[in-house]
């Protein structure tokens, strides 16, 4: 379903935007998240156990991504969609994971170093993203 360009874009510590169903009478509303691509191509992330798009993923279990090419390289986004799973196991670990991915471990200010305590014993739940469709654009 992805191609090496699209694999190439996602391998790099970039924004996804993940999408899920609004609550009633609101409009979507994509929030940035950290991501990685599984060996099984599924896309997975982690949250807060009590953040409001938990809920709304239990009723209804799909989502969607968007990671785009940053400002001044030539545009390039790919843009997933598909079902949802959510899981308790292995939200930490792929939260200490991610950090690495997008933080300065060497370097770390007080603020990110409590949110990374937070991350390994906080209860994260662990959203994995199992691509149906894939869509993107590259100049």
Known sequence: MFRDEDLA????????FLTVAPRGGRWPAPRPVWFEV??????????????PKLERLRAQPRASVVVAAPVG?????????????????????????LAVRYWDMDNLDPMQR???????T??????????EKVNRFTV
């Open 9 to 16: 874009l996602l391998a790099r510590p970039l924004y996804a």
């Open 38 to 51: 599984a060996d099984d191509r599924t896309l997975r992330m982690f949250s807060v156990p009590d953040a």
């Open 73 to 97: 390289e030539p545009e390039q986004w790919v843009a997933v969609e598909g079902s949802v799973t959510l899981h308790d196991d292995g939200a930490a670990d792929l939260a200490v994971r």
């Open 114 to 120: 409590q949110l990374l305590e937070d991350y390994r």
């Open 122 to 131: 906080g209860g994260m739940v662990r959203i994995v993203l199992h691509p």
